[in-house]
C-alpha cells in the first residue's frame, strides 16, 4: 500500500523529531517543517493527506495557518492540531473553522496514531462521496435535459440545471436567433426574487447580438468555450456587478450561450466547476440541436398535412379552408379543456386529416345541390373507414389521429357512425373535433344553402348538448366563443352532408 504524506509544523524541533519517529514506525512518510510560512510554501508545490500542526507558534498560530490553508487552498487537506491541556476553547474555534481533530500533549502513541488513520480515512471518504453525489447530479441533470424534445422544455431546464451548479445571482440561456432560431427572448434564473427586476432590465436592455459578437470577440483565438472576467463587459449598461461568466453552446455552430451574473461578491466557483460544466453544456448543446431538428422536422410534417388537407377541402369548391378551420378551432377547445401540449397538436394534426376519406368519395356526391339519396348517403358515410385505411400505415406512431379520421361523426348519444360508440366510448379528443367540424359546417356556405348566422350556430349548438356533444366540450365551446368568432375566415364551405 501507499506510504500516506504527512506534513508535521511546529517550531520546536524536538518535537518535531520525536513525532516524526512515531509516525514512521507506523510507515507514514513525513515532511517536517519549523515554521507556518514554510508551510505554506511546501503547500504549493507538494501534496499531502494529511497536515499536523501545533497550535502555539511565533508569528502564526495553529489557528491561523489552518485557517489560511482552508480558505486558500483549491482542495485542503484535513487539518489536526496538537495543543496542551487549558487551550480547549481554542481547539473548538480550530474546529468550527474545518480542522478535524486535536491531540493533547502529551499524548500516547496509540491514541495519536488513531487520530492520524481515522482523520486520513475520514477524509478520503468524504472525497469519494462527494465525487459519487457530484457525478450523480451531474448525470441527473443531464439525463434531464435530454429526455424531452421541446424547445422550450430543453432551454428552461438547461438554464435551471446551470444556476444550480454555478449559483450566480442571475444567470440567462439565449438562443440565438441568427444561427436557426427558435427563441428570442433569453431564460432568466435569478437566486433572489428581488434581483429579477434588474435581471430583466439587465437582458431587455442588450440585444442578443451584440452579446454574442462582444463573447465571440473576447474569445477570438482562444480555443476556450467560456469566458471569466471579475470586471464588467463593455456592454454599455448602467448597472454593477462583480463577475461575469459566459459559456457558449456549441455543437457544428454557435447555439447560443449562457450568461451567469455575480452581482454581490466576485465568484470565481467556474473553476472548481469546469468539468461539470462542460458535460451540462455539451448535453445541453445536443439537446437544442436535437430539439431545433424535431421541431424542423414536425415543421415539414405540419405542412404536408396542411398541404394534403387543401387537396381534400379543393373536391368541393367551397370547402377550401374547412380543414384548416376545424383544426384551428379543435385546437382552442383543447386549450381550453387543458389538455396537454403533445395532445393538442395531435388533436391539431387529426382534425386537419379529419375529412381524408373524401378523397375516394366521387365529386358528383361531395358537390351533389341537392339532398342525397340513401344510396349516395350510404356511400358517403364510408369516408371515415376510407381515411382510416388510407392511414393505416401510420398506425405505430400516430395511433390517436386514426381514432381521429375514423370516429368524427360518433355522436355523444351513440348515434353516430360507423361504430355506434357513445359518451362512453369515444375518446375526448375526438368528441372536441366532431363539435369543431360541425361548427365549420354550419358557418360556411354549403353547395344547396347559404351559411347560418352566428347566434343561430350557438342555439344549434346549446340544443345538441349531450345528444350529439359532449357537454363539457359545448361548455368550452360557449366560453371560447370571443376567440372562435375572431378566427372565423372567409370565404369558406361546408361540406356537403357530412360536413
Ligand atoms: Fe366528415
Given at each position: ?7 508535521l509544523v ?9 513525532v ?44 491561523e495557518?489552518s485557517?489560511y490553508?482552508?480558505?486558500n487552498h483549491?482542495d485542503?487537506?484535513?487539518?489536526i492540531i ?10 473548538v ?21 488513531n ?7 475520514n477524509?478520503e471518504?468524504e472525497?469519494?462521496n462527494l ?6 447530479e ?10 424531452t ?11 435551471n440545471n446551470?444556476h ?5 445571482d ?5 438562443l440565438?436567433?441568427n ?10 434564473f435569478v ?6 427586476l434588474?435581471?430583466?432590465s ?23 468555450p467560456?469566458y471569466?472576467s ?7 449598461i ?21 450568461v ?9 466557483i467556474?473553476?472548481?466547476k ?6 451540462i453544456?455539451?448535453?445541453g448543446s ?11 422536422n ?12 387543401m ?9 377550401h ?8 378551432y ?11 401540449e ?15 376519406g373524401?378523397?375516394g ?6 358537390n ?9 348517403y350510404?356511400?358517403m ?10 392511414l ?5 406512431q400516430?395511433?390517436t389521429?386514426l ?21 362512453n366510448t369515444i375518446?375526448?379528443y375526438?368528441k ?9 359546417a ?14 343561430i350556430?350557438?342555439?344549434e ?7 350529439q356533444?359532449?357537454p ?7 366560453e ?12 369558406n364551405?361546408?361540406?356537403n352532408?357530412?360536413n
Amino acid at each position: 500500500m501507499d506510504k500516506k504524506n504527512i506534513l508535521l509544523v511546529d517550531d520546536d524541533e524536538i518535537i518535531l523529531d520525536v513525532v516524526k519517529e512515531t509516525l514512521e514506525n507506523f510507515n507514514y512518510r513525513v515532511t517536517l517543517c519549523n515554521s507556518p510560512q514554510k508551510a505554506i510554501d511546501i503547500l504549493k508545490k507538494d501534496r499531502f493527506n494529511l497536515i499536523i500542526t501545533d497550535l502555539s507558534m511565533e508569528v502564526m498560530t495553529g489557528i491561523e495557518l489552518s485557517r489560511y490553508i482552508i480558505e486558500n487552498h483549491q482542495d485542503p487537506p484535513p487539518i489536526i492540531i496538537m495543543t496542551g491541556y487549558g487551550s480547549i476553547e481554542t481547539v473548538v474555534e480550530a474546529m468550527q473553522l474545518g480542522v478535524k481533530d486535536y491531540i493533547l500533549k502529551p499524548f500516547k502513541v496509540s491514541n495519536f496514531i488513531n487520530v492520524v488513520e481515522k482523520t486520513i480515512k475520514n477524509a478520503e471518504l468524504e472525497k469519494e462521496n462527494l465525487k459519487l453525489k457530484e457525478f450523480l447530479e451531474i448525470y441527473a441533470l443531464s439525463e434531464n435535459i435530454n429526455n424531452t424534445l421541446d424547445i422550450n422544455d430543453v432551454s428552461g431546464k438547461l438554464i435551471n440545471n446551470i444556476h444550480k451548479i454555478m449559483k450566480p445571482d442571475i444567470s440567462a440561456l439565449y438562443l440565438n436567433k441568427n444561427f436557426n432560431i427558435f427563441k428570442t427572448s433569453p431564460d432568466i434564473f435569478v437566486t433572489n426574487e428581488k434581483d429579477k427586476l434588474i435581471a430583466n432590465s439587465l437582458f431587455e436592455k442588450i440585444p442578443t447580438k451584440i452579446y454574442l459578437d462582444t463573447i465571440l470577440k473576447l474569445l477570438k483565438n482562444t480555443n476556450s468555450p467560456y469566458y471569466y472576467s471579475d470586471t464588467k463587459i463593455n456592454l454599455n449598461i448602467d448597472i454593477d456587478y462583480k463577475s461575469i461568466l459566459v459559456y457558449i453552446l456549441k455543437t457544428s455552430e454557435i447555439l447560443g450561450f449562457a450568461v451567469m451574473i455575480y452581482l454581490h461578491q466576485t465568484s470565481d466557483i467556474y473553476k472548481k466547476k469546469l468539468s461539470p460544466l462542460k458535460i451540462i453544456f455539451d448535453e445541453g448543446s445536443i439537446a437544442i440541436e436535437n430539439a431545433n431538428l424535431h421541431q424542423k422536422n414536425k415543421d415539414i410534417f405540419l405542412k404536408v398535412l396542411q398541404s394534403l388537407a387543401m387537396t381534400i377541402d379543393a373536391k368541393d369548391a367551397y370547402t377550401h379552408y374547412h380543414s384548416i378551420n376545424v383544426s384551428i378551432y379543435s385546437k382552442i377547445l383543447a386549450k381550453k379543456l387543458q389538455l396537454p401540449e403533445k395532445e393538442i397538436e395531435e388533436i391539431g394534426y387529426g382534425s386537419l386529416l379529419h375529412d381524408i376519406g373524401k378523397i375516394g368519395i366521387p365529386e358528383s356526391i361531395l358537390n351533389k345541390p341537392s339532398k342525397l339519396t340513401d344510396t349516395e348517403y350510404e356511400h358517403m358515410k364510408q369516408h371515415p373507414v376510407i381515411g382510416k385505411s388510407i392511414l393505416h400505415s401510420m398506425k405505430e406512431q400516430f395511433p390517436t389521429l386514426l381514432d381521429m379520421v375514423y370516429y368524427h361523426h360518433e355522436r355523444y348519444d351513440g348515434k353516430g357512425y360507423p361504430d355506434g360508440l357513445d359518451k362512453n366510448t369515444i375518446p375526448l379528443y375526438v368528441k372536441i373535433i366532431t363539435l369543431a367540424d360541425s361548427f365549420d359546417a354550419m358557418s360556411s356556405d354549403r353547395s344547396y344553402r347559404m351559411k347560418l348566422p352566428f347566434n343561430i350556430i350557438v342555439e344549434e349548438i346549446k340544443k345538441n348538448r349531450g345528444t350529439q356533444f359532449d357537454p363539457d366540450v359545448v361548455d368550452s365551446f360557449l366560453e371560447s366563443l370571443p376567440e372562435i368568432q375572431s378566427k372565423l375566415q372567409k370565404p369558406n364551405g361546408g361540406v356537403n352532408g357530412s360536413n
